[in-house]
């Protein structure tokens, strides 16, 4: 499986969000990433994710939607919602969430 999200042609929206994880308490942590990964592709207007953490805890994930309605109805599931608050408690000493308008791609090869 490739690490790229296979997204359509432009527009649509990226939700980019970079955390450092808190040292400590790791109970639930991967189980509660896990459910994300599956629960996220049902959602209405989902389109693909890419996530990269280095050795630090420091990570980047970004999920691409549809629009912006579809942004804000994941931003209000239930389970989303519970992880959100798990996140901002226990598993993150920082985080950052921005939402862009992807207008343009360019794709490469290495």
Same mark, same amino acid.
């Given at each position: 499986?490739? =690490? ?7 527009? !649509? ?10 040292? &400590?308490?790791?109970?639930? !942590?991967?189980?509660?990433?896990? *459910? ?7 959602? =209405? ?9 280095? &050795?630090?805890?420091? &990570?980047?994930?970004?999920? !691409?939607? *549809? ?24 598993? !993150?000493? +920082? ?8 207008? +343009?791609? &360019?794709?490469?090869?290495?």
């Amino acid at each position: 499986m490739s =690490p790229f999200a296979r997204t359509p042609e432009p527009p !649509y929206y990226a939700v980019i969000f970079t955390s450092q994880r808190s040292p &400590g308490d790791e109970s639930g !942590y991967e189980e509660m990433a896990t *459910r994300m990964m599956e629960l996220a592709p049902r959602q =209405p207007g989902y389109l693909g994710t890419e996530s990269a953490r280095d &050795g630090d805890g420091f &990570g980047i994930t970004v999920s !691409y939607w *549809r629009d912006e309605a579809a942004i804000t109805a994941w931003k209000q599931q239930a389970e989303h919602l519970e992880a959100q608050r798990l996140g901002r408690n226990k598993w !993150y000493s +920082r985080f950052s969430l921005r939402i862009a308008k992807v207008e +343009r791609v &360019g794709n490469g090869k290495p």
